[in-house]
């Protein structure tokens, strides 16, 4: 009988189990705000306009590409050189504006034939060939989609036509 009773007696003297400092914490309730979020405004889409005769004479190079939408509208114009170090050169319409790009890699009208990727600081237009189609000139033309990117904007790809000679 003493043993029950020196238990009792210690866990009497004994200190309470201290909780620890979240768990009597509740959760704290929300802030309710009286302003409401706005909604994230989804980015706008890239608008091409038809490449103008003006525009695309400011391409340089001695053969020409072009990319004509499947409504037949002359979207972006790309000139190169017979020369494998040198970069093609391209030129779309961003609304009315036109915006001239560089190829991103060399290789001269060589490499703008077969697609690839134009830029400037703002805008980036690429050309993935698919394809080929008959023709009744020497040069190419192939299926094709115009991908434009733009910070701040919605990309838009746009299936046409890719058609390149001199």
Known sequence: MIVPTLVLALAACSPAPVPS??????????IESGITRAPTPSPTPITLGRVTEAAAAQVIGELRCAFLSDASDLLLVGAGDVDKASRATAVVMRGATPVLLTARAPGGFDAMAQGGSFTDAELTASITRGAPRETEH??????????????????????????CGP
Not at 21 to 30: F, K, L, R, T
Not at 141 to 162: K, M, N, R, Y
């Open 21 to 30: 400092p979240n768990a009597s914490e509740a959760e704290p309730a929300p």
């Open 138 to 163: 020497e040069g190419s033309s192939h299926t094709a989609t115009l991908s434009v990117e733009a910070p701040g904007s919605a990309p838009v790809a746009i299936d046409g036509v890719w058609e």
